[in-house]
């Protein structure tokens, strides 16, 4: 990827390839993936793109797919994310079309990579290194407006005729030819990379390698058990692999995962289905007493127990990752955690964005960091059949669909 492509999508000399004129400081009408209520087949809408704010950039979307956060919202699992009409996405790359007042850190054509949890440098939060969280730009999931004006940049005439707003998520929205995202949220990476596989920078990745070398700092020679193989969990035994754990057990009711784990590292494997007693039970077999760390990666509280017990007794930590439906509550006696055992829950493999993800890129080109991209790329389609994407991951048959804008 070069200037090339910032050129076929008609950014960087202030044209776009919808229209040919000059798009700086207008709106920008493209289509876009509109929900229109919880469970409901996206819709191909002609929606309407506002100019970036104050602090905002607006991007050109070359390429998204779809996460199981994704697919928990559209359902609507969560009341409080029912907020329609929206457009979902959150893991995407693009070229920035233009940029808002104040924004200096972007420039038409940078290649950029959205993040769902942004990094505004500023606030005590961002100047701190024990949180990756910021004071501003943190991730929201009921959040659906835009921080500066609490407005939505996009608007849809609606099944009546009347033109209206479409709510945003997770600070991204990029089932959408065109985005605008908080220039927190937008993270410049180097224009050699290639945009295809960086955009799983943007959740999947970052979230499982991170929470493996960030937030767990799993160790060399140490023991590991995933629960649940998707693409996080995936993420999660390919960075334990990168960091030498000698171990690493992956635990999942799909056989067919099993296949895509060896890829990544995971050198056993658990149906817990078919086990035959608990699955804690099998691991402490397996272990002599316990891994030391485990990776909760389904949002599903019996498991999030499982691998909270999994774990060896006075130094085990488990990594909640799994995104977990409201109210219920987290599964354990405080007096459990009496036994050593730790858990922690982890955002974005607890990655500073704009400040570390540059970096991370640039050891990917240069062959320092040696990470499958490939191998979390089950599908490609386009953007046209993003339905039948859904379809495919609801059904446990693809990790990450490529789709191309």
């Known amino acids: 990827m070069d200037g090339t492509l910032a050129a076929a999508a008609g950014i960087g000399t202030g044209t776009s390839s919808n229209g040919g004129a000059s798009t700086r400081g207008k709106p920008i009408k493209c289509k876009a993936a509109v929900a229109w209520g919880p469970g409901e087949p996206l819709a191909m809408e002609e929606v309407e793109v506002a100019p970036p704010g104050r602090l905002e950039v607006r991007v050109k979307v070359l390429f998204t797919s779809i996460c199981h956060t994704d697919l928990s919202a559209w359902k609507g699992e969560n009341e409080l994310h029912c907020k ?24 038409p054509g940078d290649h950029v990579v959205p993040i769902f949890t942004g990094e505004c440098r500023e606030c005590v939060y961002c100047e701190s290194d024990k949180t990756n969280l910021c004071g501003t730009y943190r991730v929201n999931p009921f959040k659906s407006t835009m921080v500066s004006d609490n407005g939505t940049r996009f608007s849809v005439v609606d099944r009546s005729g009347v033109r209206q707003p479409v709510y945003h998520f997770l600070n991204t929205s990029t089932f959408t030819e065109y985005t605008v995202l908080d220039a927190a949220c937008a993270v410049k990476i180097n224009p050699k990379a290639p945009l295809e596989r960086m955009y799983l920078f943007s959740c999947g990745i970052s979230t499982g390698v991170g929470a493996a070398w960030n937030t767990a700092n799993v160790s060399e020679g140490s023991t590991v058990a995933v629960f649940g193989l998707g693409a996080v969990g995936l993420a999660v035994a390919e960075g334990a692999r990168l960091r030498g754990a000698a171990q690493i057990i992956g635990v999942d009711i799909n056989p067919e995962k099993f296949i895509k784990g060896k890829e990544m590292g995971v050198t056993d494997f658990i149906n817990s289905k078919a086990c035959g007693k608990p699955v804690h039970e099998v691991i402490r077999e397996m272990t002599d007493g316990g891994v030391d760390y485990s990776f909760e990666c389904t949002g599903i509280n019996d498991v999030l127990r499982e691998a909270f017990v999994s774990t060896h007794d006075g130094w085990g930590l488990t990594v909640v990752l799994g995104i977990h439906a409201t109210p219920k509550m987290m599964p354990l006696h405080p007096m459990e955690l009496f036994d050593g055992r730790r858990i922690t829950g982890c955002v974005f493999g607890n990655f500073k964005g704009k400040s570390q993800l540059p970096d991370l890129v640039d050891k990917c080109i240069n062959e320092e960091v040696n990470i499958n991209f490939d191998g979390f790329i089950t599908h490609k389609m386009p953007f046209s059949d993003i339905n039948k994407a859904f379809q495919l991951l609801e059904e446990g048959k693809s990790l990450r669909c490529l789709l191309n804008l």
């Open 84 to 107: 329609f009409p929206r457009i979902f996405g959150h893991e995407a790359a693009g070229v920035v079309e233009s940029v808002g007042e104040g924004v200096e850190d972007l420039v």
